[in-house]
């Protein structure tokens, strides 16, 4: 099982940006799906997550309000929806598929915020 980002990139401050992450090999409606991020000479944060059970949302403080997470079951796919993106954004966003047994990391996408 793996889980793929794609949809980093370069994007201006106050710019939206929509980063994607793609399951394969999982029941994909059986985990939470969740993003964290780690940004230059920082430890690695929680952003956001879908828990799957029943479709709650949580958010750090510091994107609440200008980042969405949602879930295509169809797609097996998760989004994070980026908003009013500012400098301290700027981060390599990784995507995390957690059940009751195992979890998946993927590589991770790179989100740069210029000025």
């Known amino acids: 099982a793996q889980v793929v980002e794609s949809g980093g990139g370069l994007v201006q401050a106050g710019g939206s940006l929509r980063i994607s992450c793609t399951a394969s090999?999982?029941?994909?409606?059986?985990?939470?799906m969740a993003w964290f991020r780690e940004g230059p000479g920082k430890e690695r944060e929680f952003v956001a997550s879908?828990?799957?059970?029943?479709?709650?949302?949580y958010y750090a403080d510091s994107v609440k309000g200008r980042f969405t997470i949602s879930r295509d079951i169809a797609k097996n796919t998760v989004y994070l929806q980026m908003n009013n993106l500012k400098l301290e954004d700027t981060a390599v966003y990784y995507c995390?598929?957690?059940?009751?047994?195992?979890?998946?990391w993927g590589q991770g996408t790179q989100v740069t915020v210029s000025s």
């Open positions: 995390n598929a957690i059940s009751d047994y195992d979890t998946f």
């Open positions: 879908h828990v799957h059970k029943d479709g709650s949302t």
């Open positions: 090999g999982l029941t994909f409606n059986q985990y939470t």
